[in-house]
């Protein structure tokens, strides 16, 4: 076990606080393959796990990461990965496959520029859509994303949290701005920390169904070795856990694995709002722009011009609700973001055309200035009156 | 034992019969490992069976143990996570031959080169028999295939050498025709400390033996009865005679550190600032 720790002022980068918060998680298993930007999470735990008893390997590559984790993480271990843009589409079988199988894991995804080798230490948030539909057919997802290093811990410690209650794959969407940036930071004392682990079942082995669902919709798991004997497949099985070849359960069973995270989706869509109220511009972004767009927020009111901020901080389940209740009271939505238009899909579904929705995109591999939002505002202001 | 009370202990008997074809030599293989399973005395709540994707990888949904039927050729990338996180567990690889040397062969030769405790069990039918017969890296230059109807112009791998030379400590062929040798085979792999690698020829009449003038499973298991020759035997044995034929036993066995006791010894240790 870790010693415990009191409340600390540090300088962390995103990428420092992810490890931190992976350890405060009680994650003890981590495969990883080197890649910029990620590449400081695995040498962070390489370092970190050992001392506590944990394992770190560095795989072949991300598509066997990925199935080392899962592995570790069925013999009992909070597991973990890190990859970014070319890791991550490797990654994307195997996610489909913890996510069918229901098995824990969380997958830290730092964005850089793409597609393919792209711009390797450049910032972008071109994965969204992939971190929602990156693995092939209908199945869950949990997608983070912070925009500090000290939101880099918390939600560390909330996907692992997440995926152990839920037991699915969550992803923690990061971007390369937030894991290299550097700032003071104060973790939270241990005692601080809520962990959640998962669920093991309480019936002897005889009576077990390995997918039986609990009232939350949620199959207790035991680990290998604990006398089960369970089967684990990414074919469609039923509550015994193997095959059926059947339609008739993989409609009950696809359904059931979103209905798990919807049913609990009020509570993990987050968003954080900053002077939306009155706002006749809502600026909507995430991660490092969210940065950008606060400080546009407070530079435009300066000059008399009233912009909000909606900031979604999990990319799925997305926000809607906070986009819904700004979208009555603002003039325009602007959704700032380095890509060609990914998160504002979602924003335009959540607004339901009660007010115009206006795309700001970048992908010269620059951030999205301050200037640049109040310069669009500015336009769209005209054009709204 | 006798195979009812094998199949009985080892066997979950409510996913009996299983899938594979008539003259299929997959229930050949799985009786084995539960064989040597058996007299190898090890303990079944704490082993592990881990396959890939194919018709060899449906065996451990049949067997009694904790059981996990992976994505195609990842199988040992996930026998991997499952020996580190815990290395009490016995983990035992099941894998066809396109799962572990085609789309899983980089797996295959860095589990090797880790020197990882797994036993591996490659099902080398010489073809892709879940998705009806294309050949595989292990299907032997001029043989016929669905995706080879010319005859296959590719060189087949030596997986046994591959896996030698990867860093692979104990390494054997057998065949399902050798089903005694092959039990053994097995039994040794899995008291080896390191990573064990023992290939079993073994027939697809269906798919393999259909294309290729072998009108039975029979005429297959005969095949190999004439062209499998003991290590033993070989060795005094020209070159000539060995021309067409392919070696069965023990091929190489080396005692050297296995990685999930390294890690415990020097990386933990280490970290822990417990040695230097
Ligand atoms: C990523 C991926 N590619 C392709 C397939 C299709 N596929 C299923 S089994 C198989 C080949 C299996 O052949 P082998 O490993 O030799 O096993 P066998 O069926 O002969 O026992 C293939 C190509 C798949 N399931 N997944």
């Known amino acids: 076990m870790p010693v415990p720790t009191e409340r600390k002022a540090q300088l962390l980068s995103g990428n420092e606080a992810c490890v931190q918060g992976a350890i405060a998680a009680g994650v003890r298993f981590f495969a990883g393959y080197p890649i910029t930007p990620s590449t400081e999470i695995a040498e962070g735990l390489a370092v970190e796990l050992p001392k506590i008893g944990g394992k770190f390997i560095q795989m072949e590559d991300e598509i066997a990461s990925m199935g080392a984790v899962i592995g570790a993480s069925l013999a009992g271990l909070k597991s973990m990965t890190a990859t970014s843009g070319p890791g991550f589409s490797l990654k994307q079988e195997n996610i489909g496959f913890a996510a069918l199988t229901e098995i824990p894991c969380v997958i830290v995804n730092v964005q850089r520029y793409g597609p393919s080798t792209g711009l390797p230490t450049s910032p972008a948030q071109g994965d969204i859509m992939q971190a929602r539909w990156g693995t092939h057919g209908d199945h869950p997802a949990i997608a983070l994303m912070p925009a500090s290093v000290r939101e880099a811990f918390d939600l560390t410690v909330q996907a692992v949290n997440l995926s152990e209650e839920l037991r699915t794959p969550v992803i923690l969407l990061m971007d390369e701005v937030v894991g290299h940036m550097r700032e003071r930071v104060e973790l939270p004392a241990t005692d601080e920390i809520t962990v959640v682990n998962r669920v093991k079942p309480t019936e002897d082995p005889e009576h077990f169904l390995p997918y039986k669902p609990g009232p939350n919709l949620v199959p207790p798991m035991p680990a290998f070795g604990d006398g089960y004997r369970f089967h684990v497949t990414g074919l469609v099985h039923n509550e015994t856990g193997f095959p059926s070849g059947k339609g008739k359960d993989g409609n009950i069973l696809v359904r059931r694995l979103l209905a798990k995270i919807e049913q609990r989706q009020p509570s993990i869509a987050q968003a954080e709002l900053y002077q939306a109220d009155d706002a006749d511009i809502v600026i909507v972004a995430a991660g490092s722009v969210a940065r950008s767009a606060r400080a546009a927020v407070k530079e435009a009111r300066a000059q008399g011009l009233k912009l909000g901020l909606v900031r979604p901080i999990t990319a799925w389940p997305f926000p809607a609700e906070a986009i819904n209740s700004v979208a009555t009271t603002a003039k325009a939505m602007i959704v700032a973001e380095m890509n060609l238009g990914q998160m504002i899909i979602e924003v335009e579904r959540a607004a339901c055309g009660r007010v115009p929705v206006i795309g700001l995109n970048r992908i010269d591999a620059e951030l999205i200035t301050p200037q640049d939002i109040i310069a669009r505002a500015q336009e769209v202001t005209k054009n709204v009156r | ?276």
């Open chain 2, 1 to 276: 034992m006798s195979v009812k009370e094998l199949v009985e202990r080892y066997c979950r008997t409510s996913k009996l019969p299983h899938i594979w074809c008539p003259g299929c030599g997959n229930g050949i293989i799985m009786g084995a490992v539960m064989r040597a399973l058996d007299k190898a005395d090890i303990d079944q709540d704490k082993t592990v069976i881990v396959s890939g994707i194919g018709c060899s990888s449906r065996a451990p949904g049949y067997m009694n143990f904790d059981t996990l039927h992976t994505t195609h050729g990842r199988a040992l990338a996930y026998a991997t996570g499952v020996k580190m996180a815990n290395p009490d567990l016995n983990v035992v690889v099941l894998t066809g031959d396109g799962d572990c040397s085609a789309i899983g062969g980089n797996h295959l030769i860095h589990a090797a080169r880790r020197n990882i405790n797994l036993t591996v069990v490659v099902f080398n039918n010489s073809i892709y028999g879940m998705t009806g017969g294309q050949y595989s890296p292990l299907t032997p230059t001029h043989s016929y295939a669905t995706t080879a109807p010319y005859g296959s112009i590719d060189r087949n791998f030596d997986l046994c050498k591959l896996v030698q030379a990867a860093g692979g400590t104990y390494v054997a062929r057998g065949t399902t025709y050798h089903t005694r040798q092959l039990v053994d085979q097995i039994v040794a792999g899995l008291g080896h400390n390191g990573f064990s690698f023992i290939e079993v020829i073994t027939q697809c009449p269906m798919y393999f033996g259909r294309k290729n003038k072998f009108p039975s499973a029979v005429d297959m298991l005969k095949w190999q009865q004439e062209h499998a020759v003991p290590v033993k035997a070989a060795a005094k044995m020209t070159s000539e005679q060995l021309a067409g034929k392919f070696l069965i036993g023990e091929l190489y066995h080396e005692e050297a550190p296995e990685y999930t006791a390294v890690y415990e010894k020097e990386v933990i240790a280490k970290a822990r600032g417990e040695v230097k």
